[in-house]
C-alpha cells in the first residue's frame, strides 16, 4: 500500500462500515424496500467511484522501470506525473500517472498503454453502455437514462460523438473471419434477401429551401438505406393451392407454426449504395457456405436495378421475385377494375394468383393483355392492367413459382420486410427525426451488431482495434472478458 492510497483506502473502509451500519440500524426499519434499494444504489456507486480511484492510484503508484523508449526507439526520460480524468459508470474519477519526454519527442504514459485508457476520457464501458441504448432509442432519451441511472451529465453531442466512435469498426469486424466465426450450415438452403427503405436526412438551411415547392417536391428528403438478409433454412415444401390459401387467409391454408424459422440470421444496412451493400455481403455468404448447404436463393422486389446487383455480386444464387410483390400487382389492378369493396374483386384475384403461383406466368399474362384490350374499359383501367403485365413480363424469368415450392424454397420476403421495418424504420423515423448520412450509419451499423447477437464480441473486437490504433500492440483483454467479470464476482 502506498502512502497516496492509505487515505483512500481507510476512506472505502468507512463509507462501507456506514453502508452496512446504514442497512442494520435503526434508519433502515423505518424504510421501505425502494427506498433502501435507491439508497444502496446510489452509495455503492460512490464506493465504487471510490474503489476505482483506489486501483489507479495503485497502478500508477509504480514507476515503470527504465529504459522506456518512443515508437522510433528513442529513450524517454521521466519527467513528473501528468493528471487524467477518466468518466466511468461510477461517474468522473482523476489520478495523475508517471510521465516520459526526450527533447523533439511526443511524451507518454506507460500506464496508458497497461490500462488500454481510451483517447478520449470517457470509459470503454460507459460508451458501451450508451451506445447501446441509442440503438433502441434517441440520444436525448439515452442521455436522460444515463442521468437518471448513473447520475452523469452527458451532453448529447459527447454521446453523438461517442456512438460514431463505436461504430468505427464495425465494417472490419464483419470483414474480418478471425473476429467473427460464422455458424456452421444448419439447413439446406442459403437465402439472401434485399430491399430498401428510406431515412429522412437533415435538411438544408432554411436559406437554401424554395419558398414555394413545385409539383411532386417535399420539403423532408430520404437517402434509401439498402438491407440485406442472410440466413440458412430447411425445405418447406407446399402446393401452388396452400399458397394461395395462405396469401388470400382462407381457411385450409397452413399453420404459421409448420413453417421453419430462419437460422443464425444476419441483418445489415447501408446507406453508401447497393453495390457497397452487395460487396460487403459476398464474404459473409461466402463464410457460410459448406457441405449441408444445397440450393442457393436470393428474393428481392422488382426493383432491377438492385436484382442486377444480385445476380452480378450472387451469380450462384437462383434470384426469385417475391411472390407478396407480384400479388400486390394483382389487388392493385383489381381495385382499378372493380373498386375496392366489388363483391367480385377477390374472386378475380384468385383467378389470376392461381396460375401465377403455378407457375403459368404466360398465360396470366395473356388473360391481362386481353383485358388491356377490352374496348369497355377506360384509359385508367388499361394502364392499370398494363402496367402489371410490364411487371410480370420484366420478371417473368423470376416466377417459376411451381419449381421453387417443389424444392421447398422460401418465395416471400418476410425476412427483409421485417428487417427494413425492424432494423431501419423503427429507430430512424422516430417522431421529427432527422440524419445526417454518417450518424445515422453509425446507429445502423450498432443496431445491426445487436440485432445479429454480436454484440459482446463486436465490443471485444472494437477495444483490440482501438488499443492497436492507439499503443500499436495487441490489447491486454483476455477473451471472454464478461464471463471472467462474472466469475471473479462469484
Request: net charge neutral; proline share 7%; with cysteine.
Amino acid at each position: 500500500m502506498t502512502s497516496n492510497s492509505e487515505p483512500i483506502v481507510q476512506q472505502v473502509q468507512h463509507d462501507f462500515q456506514n453502508l452496512v451500519a446504514y442497512i442494520t440500524g435503526p434508519d433502515a426499519r423505518a424504510q421501505t424496500a425502494y427506498t433502501v434499494e435507491l439508497t444502496l444504489f446510489r452509495r455503492l456507486l460512490a464506493l465504487g467511484a471510490a474503489l476505482l480511484r483506489l486501483f489507479f492510484v495503485t497502478r500508477a503508484a509504480v514507476r515503470p522501470s527504465e529504459p522506456v523508449v518512443a515508437p522510433d526507439g528513442t529513450p524517454l526520460l521521466h519527467h513528473d506525473q501528468r493528471p487524467a480524468t477518466y468518466y466511468s459508470v461510477f461517474g468522473k474519477v482523476r489520478f495523475g500517472r508517471h510521465y516520459f519526454t526526450a527533447p523533439g519527442q511526443a511524451g507518454i504514459c506507460p500506464l496508458d498503454a497497461e490500462l488500454s485508457l481510451p483517447a478520449r476520457s470517457y470509459s470503454d464501458l460507459l460508451c458501451e453502455w450508451v451506445a447501446y441504448g441509442t440503438t433502441e432509442e434517441s440520444y436525448r432519451e439515452s442521455q436522460t437514462m444515463i442521468e437518471r441511472i448513473l447520475g452523469l451529465s452527458l451532453s448529447v453531442q459527447a454521446i453523438e460523438t461517442s456512438v460514431a466512435d463505436a461504430a468505427g469498426e464495425v465494417a472490419a469486424f464483419y470483414d474480418e473471419p478471425a473476429a467473427l466465426s460464422a455458424p456452421a450450415p444448419e439447413e439446406t438452403i442459403l437465402v439472401v434477401q434485399a430491399d430498401g427503405k428510406g431515412v429522412p436526412m437533415v435538411q438544408p438551411s432554411p436559406a437554401a429551401l424554395p419558398g414555394r415547392l413545385g409539383k411532386g417536391q417535399k420539403r423532408g428528403k430520404k437517402k434509401e438505406a439498402i438491407v440485406t438478409g442472410l440466413y440458412t433454412i430447411a425445405p418447406y415444401r407446399r402446393t401452388p393451392q396452400e399458397v394461395v390459401a395462405a396469401l388470400l387467409r382462407e381457411p385450409g391454408r397452413p399453420e404459421a407454426s409448420a413453417r421453419p424459422a430462419p437460422v443464425a440470421k444476419e441483418l445489415h444496412a447501408t446507406l453508401a449504395g447497393k453495390a457497397v451493400a452487395m460487396t460487403r455481403l459476398v464474404p459473409r455468404v461466402t463464410q457460410r457456405e459448406g457441405p449441408p448447404i444445397q440450393d442457393r436463393v436470393a428474393l428481392t422486389d422488382g426493383a432491377e436495378a438492385l436484382q442486377q446487383h444480385v445476380q452480378n455480386h450472387l451469380p450462384a444464387h437462383t434470384l426469385v421475385l417475391d411472390i407478396i410483390h407480384a400479388t400486390e400487382y394483382l389487388w392493385d389492378t383489381a381495385n382499378v377494375l372493380l373498386g375496392e369493396t366489388h363483391p367480385h374483386r377477390t374472386a378475380w384475384v384468385r383467378s389470376y394468383l392461381e396460375p401465377l403461383v403455378a407457375g403459368q406466368t404466360d398465360a396470366v399474362i395473356t388473360a391481362l393483355e386481353a383485358e388491356a384490350n377490352d374496348p369497355m374499359g377506360t384509359a385508367t383501367q388499361r394502364h392499370a392492367v398494363r402496367r402489371t403485365v410490364g411487371y410480370y413480363r420484366r420478371n417473368h424469368r423470376y416466377m417459376h413459382y411451381d419449381e421453387y415450392l417443389a424444392r421447398g424454397w422460401p418465395i416471400g420476403t418476410g425476412v427483409i420486410e421485417g428487417a427494413c421495418g425492424h432494423l431501419v424504420k423503427d429507430r430512424m423515423e422516430q417522431s421529427g427525426m432527422r440524419w445526417t448520412k454518417a450518424g445515422a450509419q453509425a446507429v445502423l451499423d450498432l443496431r445491426a451488431v445487436r440485432l445479429n447477437r454480436h454484440w459482446d464480441p463486436y465490443w471485444q473486437f472494437h477495444r483490440q482495434q482501438q488499443h492497436q490504433r492507439l499503443y500499436g500492440s495487441s490489447a491486454p483483454v483476455p477473451d471472454r472478458m464478461e464471463d471472467l467479470a462474472i466469475e471473479w464476482a462469484a
